[in-house]
């Protein structure tokens, strides 16, 4: 067999034997790593698991961003406070009140300190006096003393009534919810039986607020009298005090006024109480305890 024959033998074979084959392409799934994956994500995918992160981070950001893409307003916040006006949210400046005020007398060496210390607050009182009188031509703290001390007899006149409108009239929007805190329930019986010292102003300020011509004054009064007062509990049992034993009280007792307000008026507005000053009587509190039986027990505990 020649040579030439022999290479078409071998050409016929392969053209034949090709044309039986079929071509197969294999599927094969292979998992990357996970830090091809994360390479391999969008833009948009990447900005998606960031903001996940921050979701958990932040669970109240989450829930504003689903109710502005739902197209609600999110509520506001609770820890804002109502500002008011008509009075200041605090006592500037307040007034330190001598140790043994009340008790010592001028001759003693206690007593010689106080007045030294009292000489030295007058140029103070007197310059924002004259601020005080530029909105009130007839304003002096002679007379001013005696209006305060019927300003304080009617507040806490109105107080054991719970008069809630005379009330608003005498104490400021700050000295109202210090005022009533606690005895919703509870019975007050106050007397003010008479002045052991004429009342005296000891302190007087004046501060602006927001802008200049906004002007607020304060005046701190010296009360120092007899008073009665005892305190019932919704159950009628005495909790504080007595209504026939007679106590003497030293007070300071802070008015303010919105001077430049066209309706302003001098009203309660905070109370001073020194460090020194003697602790009050335990407070005899009562609870209501389930008996044997059904029957309610009423207990009385000292606190």
């Given at each position: ?244 034993i007679p106590k003497d009280v030293l007070d300071y007792v802070v008015f303010e006024k ?46």
């Amino acid at each position: 067999m020649s040579m030439s024959s022999r290479t078409l033998k071998v050409q016929q074979v392969a053209c034949l034997s090709s044309c039986w084959l079929i071509p197969v392409r294999h599927r094969t799934r292979i998992n990357p790593p996970k830090a091809t994956k994360k390479g391999r994500l969008l833009l948009k995918d990447q900005e998606r698991l960031k903001l996940k992160e921050e979701y958990k981070q932040d669970p109240q950001k989450m829930l504003i961003e689903t109710l502005k893409k739902s197209g609600i307003k999110p509520c506001p916040s609770f820890t804002e406070r109502a500002v008011t006006i008509t009075c200041t949210g605090e006592i500037f400046e307040p007034y330190v009140p001598p140790e043994g005020d009340g008790k010592a007398m001028s001759l003693t060496p206690e007593g010689a300190k106080q007045r030294l210390e009292r000489v030295k607050n007058i140029g103070v009182t007197q310059l924002n006096q004259r601020k005080i009188r530029q909105f009130e031509p007839e304003f002096t703290a002679s007379e001013f003393a005696w209006k305060a001390q019927k300003i304080f007899i009617d507040a806490h006149n109105a107080l054991q009534d719970f008069d809630k409108n005379i009330l608003h009239q005498l104490a400021t929007e700050k000295a109202y919810p210090e005022m009533t805190k606690g005895f919703r329930f509870k019975t007050i019986r106050w007397k003010f039986l008479e002045s052991i010292e004429k009342p005296r102003v000891v302190h007087i300020r004046t501060t602006d607020m927001i802008n200049k011509g906004n002007l607020y004054g304060q005046v701190t009064v010296r009360f120092h009298s007899k008073q009665t007062l005892a305190i019932y509990d919704r159950f009628g049992r005495i909790m504080l005090g007595s209504e026939d034993i007679p106590k003497d009280v030293l007070d300071y007792v802070v008015f303010e006024k919105h001077l430049s307000g066209l309706y302003g008026s001098w009203r309660i507005h905070g109370k001073i109480i020194p460090d020194w000053a003697s602790s009050l009587e335990p407070v005899i509190q009562t609870m209501i305890m389930q008996g044997q039986g059904g029957e309610t027990d009423i207990a009385v505990e000292d606190r």
